[in-house]
């Protein structure tokens, strides 16, 4: 049995998104009779959730990225890793050349063409990914655009949501962290809006959870759901949706559910400007940057517009290949050939 290990970044300030998509891949993996085992940040939030999902886990214990190099090189040596996957933005060239000399094959995630890769397989599942002009070399095969999506197992089955005459249920997902404690705004932005119901994803790491709940107490059209075990059961309820433009947006885009993406860190924005060109998405913008009376704006043109929220909805069907990891599980299968 060929040995992975999977070194993906995260932490309650940076959020679970880097964490939850190697989890889809670590999943399909194993089924493929690979062992995993994930290389982490000494974070209680990302070990609370690989424990969740029952996967094996070692946690670094430096922050100095030159030691975690060594201390890299020793798990590598020690545990016989045939195979290492890098998703994470707190690297750098070094890690890869020193890591390159001495496991047998490397794997990087990437979003934004962000190292000199010298990986056996560079993969960058997202909508922009053919315009970032990666440096192409013999040596490495890269994974390019919404073929290669990483999503989990229930995102993986082919259905979509049926667009109702009437939008009632709200989706709110600012990610599993919320790093900007966004999701507060968005439920005081929709306060007069007492006809429809808002679906809220929290956790209880939240920094401003006590607040969502005194909301919630007096506000009956709100219904906070805590660590759904199963996202798609959850999404599929909703008519739209208000998401951060990270992952959970190829989520959504996948059930072709109409959505207001809105930006929460620089690495959302290219997704947020592609989906909304090719009319998959309401752009909402910067986070910092959407007052109250724009986004009161463009969510009733989308709450109140059956034919726009349709035309969404159909724009969206076939953008994204529901069996992405099964093609990138495929993809390093051919390196042990």
Not at 219 to 229: A, C, G, T
Not at 240 to 253: D, K
Not at 277 to 288: L, Q, S
């Amino acid at each position: 049995m060929n040995y992975v290990a999977i070194r993906a970044g995260g932490n309650k300030n940076q959020g679970l998104g880097h964490v939850a998509r190697c989890i889809s891949l670590a999943q399909e993996l194993t089924f493929n009779n690979f062992k995993v085992l994930f290389l982490i940040d000494d974070d209680t939030y990302i070990i609370d959730f690989l424990n969740k999902h029952n996967l094996e886990f070692k946690p670094l214990i430096t922050k100095d990225l030159n030691l975690e190099i060594k201390e890299t090189k020793k798990i590598i040596k020690d545990l016989n890793i045939d195979l290492l996957i890098t998703d994470s933005y707190n690297l750098n060239d070094y890690y890869f050349k020193e890591i390159k000399n001495i496991v047998k094959y490397l794997v990087s995630i990437d979003d934004t063409n962000l190292y000199d890769y010298i990986s056996d397989i560079v993969i960058n599942y997202n909508i922009y990914a053919h315009n970032l002009n990666y440096k192409f070399n013999s040596e490495t095969k890269y994974l390019l655009g919404c073929n290669y999506c990483l999503f989990r197992k229930e995102f993986q089955e082919n259905d979509y949501i049926s667009i109702n005459k009437t939008c009632k249920n709200v989706l709110i997902t600012m990610g599993g962290t919320d790093v900007n404690n966004y999701t507060y705004t968005i439920l005081k932005y929709l306060d007069e809006f007492n006809d429809m119901n808002f679906n809220v994803v929290v956790n209880e790491k939240f920094n401003n959870l006590n607040k969502l709940k005194s909301l919630a107490s007096y506000k009956s059209n709100i219904n906070l759901i805590f660590n759904p075990n199963n996202m798609k059961s959850i999404m599929i309820k909703n008519d739209i949706a208000i998401s951060a433009s990270g992952s959970t947006a190829y989520e959504l885009l996948s059930l072709s559910i109409p959505s207001i993406l809105i930006i929460q860190a620089d690495n959302q924005e290219l997704i947020c400007k592609e989906l909304s060109n090719i009319n998959t998405c309401v752009y909402g913008g910067w986070f910092d940057e959407l007052t109250e009376h724009k986004f009161n704006e463009i969510f009733t043109k989308l709450a109140n517009n059956y034919e726009f929220r349709k035309s969404i909805s159909d724009n969206c069907k076939g953008v994204v290949c529901k069996a992405g990891v099964k093609n990138v599980v495929h993809e390093i299968k051919k390196l042990f050939k």
